[in-house]
């Protein structure tokens, strides 16, 4: 299939699937036939060519798919439910934006996040089934009875293909972004394993994270994950590097080594212009801050050049909105780096005293790490080499364990 | 309300065209044949007269039975099934409305769409208020 039919197809496919339920209803089926009328056309348009109205041609497809699928099921059985009628809905607007209400139902509070991120790449971002467990390292039988399950879950709770009333759309965009910033880290996280896989989930995150902009484009918290997203990619190229010894196997670049000028400059551009376009219009969210974060690095030709004071701020912040161990660590870097070792150390100090980042799961490696680094600048080199040894004990890459090993062997 | 200066005497008919079960998809499918690409644009030319006279109101074509859904009142409460009213070997297809002066009228017209498009319709007579309790 040519990149354009596969553009094309990935593109229609959300509001393909908008016709179908808004229409039929039937989620589930309407998914399936969707999904038949995807394959339809990779098998026929490359060799016949696209029709004049490709997303027409779709629905029609789609629609006669969902005829067979219906017409097997009430051949099977008479299913009778209770009617789920409420007297006082209103029919949705007619300009109501299908990949918008599509992302909502995927993304249903009934579901489980794993669920929710395996819905969605399907339903919304028409991945195969295949082709999301590819990307989740599963098998195709899992991820299919996973999508089934949570198509029946959305069924049971009696989820609606309707957009979201005003009360209670702003927690159910938080559960989308949720999602979308998983499925952007899961890609992000999988590019480090050295296996290059056919569906690159975080190019998926930022289509649809795009996608979920253009329906609400005045989100603050979407233009701020989408900013992230951006900014964050930008450094894709400069921040894995090929081993010396063995070319399968890639290593992460820290930010402070990587080649700067293989930073995604028209990236950079574009998601700064979208951070700075909601800055201090709204009160900031956690993703708005990570984005600005961001930003000040990209804004950094050198990393000496970096505006440490103003990352500090910037995480403060963050940690007031989400106060976790990652956050709380992240702070005492950009101290450290801001006001010196010493104010580092001491900080780090104060937050295990009150918040234990050296027991906590998430940060206990890292902790011990950033706690070398920072013993070392202040003149305790033993200190330092025993807590680097501690930090490569805690680790299960090899990669990391090596370079932190190198470091205590260094100090003596 | 009757409105007194024009249309005086006339009256709405439903016109239902049904369709073989079994042909229902043939009927849809994605290439129809010349021939009922050519009965389709001699009706529509038809249908464009009845707008021109007035007595054209509406006219839908209708999806698969197997997409309808039908709610009725149970001892268990208001249920909802997927599928038609009955399974019937001639289903609903296409409905009309038109509003014209007389029965006569409507079968005239009736005759010749039926006559272009090859499968019944039936005229339901739509009561008006002068039928009202």
């Known amino acids: 299939m040519t990149p354009h039919v596969e553009h094309l197809l990935r593109t229609e496919a959300p509001q393909v699937l908008g016709a179908l339920v808004r229409r039929f209803g039937h989620f589930a089926l309407a998914e399936d036939a969707v999904q038949e009328a995807l394959l339809a056309a990779s098998q026929t348009w490359p060799a016949g060519g696209v029709p004049d109205n490709p997303r027409s041609w779709l629905i029609r497809i789609g629609y006669h798919k969902m005829v067979d699928l219906l017409r097997a099921e009430q ?133 649809l994270t795009r996608m979920l902009h253009a329906s609400l484009p005045h989100h603050p918290e979407v233009t701020g994950l989408l900013a992230l997203m951006l900014l964050t990619d930008a450094r894709r190229a400069a921040r894995t590097s090929l081993s010396e010894r063995d070319e399968q196997d890639y290593h992460l670049v820290p930010l402070d080594e990587q080649d700067r000028s293989r930073w995604g400059r028209q990236l950079i551009r574009e998601g700064t212009d979208l951070i700075d376009g909601v800055w201090n219009r709204h009160p900031a969210g956690p993703y708005q801050l990570q984005a600005a974060i961001a930003a000040v690095h990209a804004a950094a030709a050198t990393p000496q050049q970096t505006d440490w004071p103003q990352i500090a701020v910037l995480y403060l912040w963050l940690e007031r909105l989400t106060p976790t161990a990652p956050v709380r660590l992240s702070r005492v870097v950009a101290v450290a780096k801001a006001y010196g070792p010493a104010r580092g150390l001491a900080l780090l100090d104060d937050l295990n005293h009150r918040h234990h980042l050296d027991r906590d799961p998430l940060t206990r490696q890292r902790e011990r790490a950033v706690r070398a680094h920072l013993l070392q600048l202040t003149g305790d080199p033993t200190g330092a080499a025993r807590l680097y040894r501690e930090a490569a004990g805690l680790t299960g890459n090899h990669v990391e364990r090596r370079y932190l090993l190198d470091r205590a062997g260094r100090l003596g | 309300m009757l409105n007194t200066t024009t249309k005086e005497t006339t009256m709405k008919y439903l016109l239902l065209a049904y369709t073989p079960a079994a042909a229902w998809d043939a009927a849809t499918a994605d290439t129809p044949t010349d021939d009922a690409l050519a009965a389709f644009a001699a009706y529509q030319k038809f249908e464009q007269e009845l707008v021109a006279t007035g007595e054209f109101v509406t006219s839908e074509g209708l999806g698969h039975p197997a997409v309808s859904t039908t709610i009725r009142k149970t001892p268990d409460g208001v249920t909802a099934t997927d599928g038609p009213f009955a399974e019937l070997k001639e289903v609903l297809a296409s409905f009309a409305v038109i509003d014209v002066a007389s029965h006569d009228r409507a079968v005239d017209i009736v005759t010749r769409i039926v006559d272009v498009l090859g499968e019944p319709i039936e005229i339901r007579p739509i009561m008006g208020e002068d039928f009202a309790a």
Request: charged share 20%.
């Open chain 1, 75 to 207: 051949a099977r059985r008479r299913r009778e439910h209770h009617a789920t009628a409420d007297p006082t809905s209103h029919a949705p607007a007619p300009e109501t934006d299908d990949s918008l209400t599509l992302l909502l139902l995927c993304c249903h509070p009934a579901l489980s996040t794993t669920s929710q991120v395996a819905l969605t790449l399907r339903a919304v971002g028409g991945l195969t089934t295949a082709e999301i467990a590819h990307a989740h390292g599963t098998t195709e039988t899992t991820m299919g009875t996973r999508i089934s399950r949570a198509k029946q879950q959305l069924a049971r709770a009696g989820a609606r293909f309707t957009p979201p009333t005003d009360t209670d759309r702003d927690t159910r965009v938080a559960a989308v972004t949720q999602v979308l910033y998983l499925i952007f880290n899961e890609g992000y996280t999988a590019t480090t394993g050295g296996e290059l896989t056919r569906v690159d989930l975080t190019a998926e995150a930022i289509r």
